[in-house]
């Protein structure tokens, strides 16, 4: 199997990588509720918020189904429910001459900006944008055609895989490959809106970490911040969640989306978890230095006499940790005292007669 690459890298810039902090992408999609100027506020709010990138969406009802009021074309269950699939994107979709505008904005205000394209015709016109890296969700998984058109521009691929079999996965990932790009992200992903915990499955992102060969990380549709701080926990490199301004503000997705405030925490948490995850360390820390003295060693227990023989009685491994180490105990018992000893005086070597 193909190993994963060692970094990836945008706008000549490491973003993923062994030592990189986990990337956090806050995803727009339908939040700016037909509003360009809230879009731009999106961005901004996400930059504020913590978030490294910010992701849009490149469809039109058009590109994404037809309009049709055939049973096949109706949402019966779950957030959309009553919708057909083109009511659906007709209100949520990003207006394509909104996009270079928004590009724009994110560039001046130095975040990412990121979009998932959902047929060849958004490719194309990302393309144009001069993007610098693409997101497939989770729906086109299966859409092999798209995953190779899009891997074949070179630039990193990030996929989600909601839904997905080990078989459709390995497929995805074959289809980027074949195109001679290996920069490749793997998303775990509980395509569900919300998502609950209990069916995130998180152990997964680390067995498509290994299966795979690539780098993984969370498409997090979770309400809290939870699911998130345990993939961070697990090895995610970059973790996805919708970001609104305001839940009050309806449109399809707000009901699962993170407010400002809320992505700040999560970020601060994320970024705490990885303090805590740190790097492989044996022995004392600094914060821990000051507590060696609270260790244990061996002590005399009972006054000494010079040429006493130490025994259990007399002394024993107390704390704190000024004299011998308990490992030397054993090997003290039976042997005479130097000098005079006083209840309370930490074993040194110095003081001890070792015989034959």
Partial sequence: MVGRVQEIRIHGKTVI??????YLIAEMSANHAG????????IHAAKESGADC???QTYTPDTMTIRCDREYFHIGTGTWKGETLYQLYEKAYTPWEWQPELKAEADKIGIDFLSTP???????????????????????????????????????????????????????VAAVRAQGNQNLVLFRCASAYPAISSEMNLATMTDMEKTFSAWVGLSDHSMGTVGAVTAAALGARAI???????????????SFSMEPEEFKQMA???????????????????QEKSNLAFRRSIFAVKDIKAGEVFTEENIRIIRPACGM?????????GQRALQDLSRGTPLQKEMVEYLE
């Fill in 17 to 22: 990588g062994k030592h990189q902090p986990v």
């Fill in 325 to 333: 180490p308990p490992k030397y105990y054993n090997s003290v018992l």
């Fill in 118 to 172: 959902f047929d060849k015709s958004a490719v194309d016109f990302l393309e144009e944008m001069n993007l610098d890296f693409y997101k497939i969700a989770s729906f086109e998984l299966v859409d092999l055609p798209l995953i190779a058109y899009a891997a074949s521009k070179g630039k990193p691929m990030l996929i989600s895989t909601g839904m997905g079999t080990k078989e459709e996965i390995a497929e995805a």
């Fill in 240 to 254: 996805e969640k919708h970001f609104c301004i305001s839940r009050k503000i309806e449109n399809p997705d707000a």
């Fill in 268 to 286: 601060e948490q994320v970024r705490q978890a990885e303090k805590a995850i740190g790097t492989v360390s044996y022995g004392v820390s600094r």
């Fill in 54 to 56: 910010v992701k849009i």
């Fill in 35 to 42: 509003s360009l100027a809230r879009a731009k506020e999106i």
